[in-house]
């Protein structure tokens, strides 16, 4: 069965363009997490749906970022406009509803605004 | 407050050498889960082990074993007879029940782990 998957595996933009970061969950999951790391705040949990409903956005850094989950296949993370302290890796995760099941981890999106 | 701690921030050895990794977490629930991943120098998390309140059994899986002490808050990582492919950032996390509706992993900071040949 195929992970998580992200795309693009890499985002070099400019300071005020916008970034798009898609995930597809792992097929049956209904769970979705979108997950920042940084070096100096480590994993951060940014947004989590549940049947593709925002459930917990309280990490959303600002108005800048916004994610949507219009299916159970599909998922985005925007930022609007970037800035360079939004320089990070983004990781997707789905699991199974159930109680605290195991997260899968995309591959992670490198994203470096300049 | 729920919180997990990683005190060794990096820890180097020699091949075949055995090494514990330490987490303490901090959680007033009666039900919550451990986990350790693995991040390797290729970024991905990779998922390792999942543990529950209420299961202290010690876990082994080949040169992987895992010993969860909840007298002292504790869910440690050994790797036996380590090897280079073991080199990796390795983060242990907690999931606390909270009526069933808390779905955030608490990150510990990580354990970067260097394996030398």
């Known amino acids: 069965d195929a992970g998580v998957i992200q795309s693009p595996r890499h985002e070099v933009t400019e300071m005020g363009q916008e970034v798009t970061l898609r995930c597809k969950p792992i097929?049956?999951?209904?769970?979705l997490f979108w997950y920042r790391q940084t070096m100096m705040r480590g994993l951060e949990l940014l947004i989590y749906f549940n049947n593709n409903v925002p459930i917990d956005d309280s990490g959303m850094p600002e108005d800048r970022f916004s994610a949507k989950m219009p299916n159970a296949s599909f998922s985005t993370l925007k930022i609007q406009p970037s800035e360079p302290r939004d320089s990070a890796v983004y990781f997707c995760?789905?699991?199974?509803?159930?109680?605290?099941?195991?997260?899968?981890f995309g591959p992670g999106t490198r994203l470096l605004v300049l | 407050a729920q919180k997990v701690t990683q005190a060794q921030t990096e820890i180097s050895v020699v091949e075949k050498e055995d090494v514990t990794l330490d987490c303490v977490y901090e959680?007033?629930?009666?039900?919550?889960?451990l986990f350790w991943y693995k991040q390797p120098p290729s970024g991905e998390l990779v998922f390792l082990i999942r543990r529950n309140s209420f299961d202290e059994q010690n876990e082994i899986s080949g040169r992987y074993s895992w010993n969860f002490q909840k007298s002292t808050s504790s869910f440690n990582f050994t790797i036996t007879a380590s090897q280079v492919v073991d080199s990796a950032v390795y983060f242990c996390?907690?999931?606390?029940?909270?009526?069933?509706?808390?779905?955030?992993?608490?990150w510990g900071l990580g354990t970067s782990l260097a394996v030398n040949p």
């Open positions: 995760a789905s699991d199974k509803t159930g109680n605290q099941e195991t997260q899968y």
């Open positions: 959680t007033r629930d009666t039900t919550y889960y």
């Open positions: 996390a907690l999931s606390a029940d909270n009526a069933g509706n808390n779905r955030k992993l608490i």
């Open positions: 097929s049956g999951h209904n769970s």
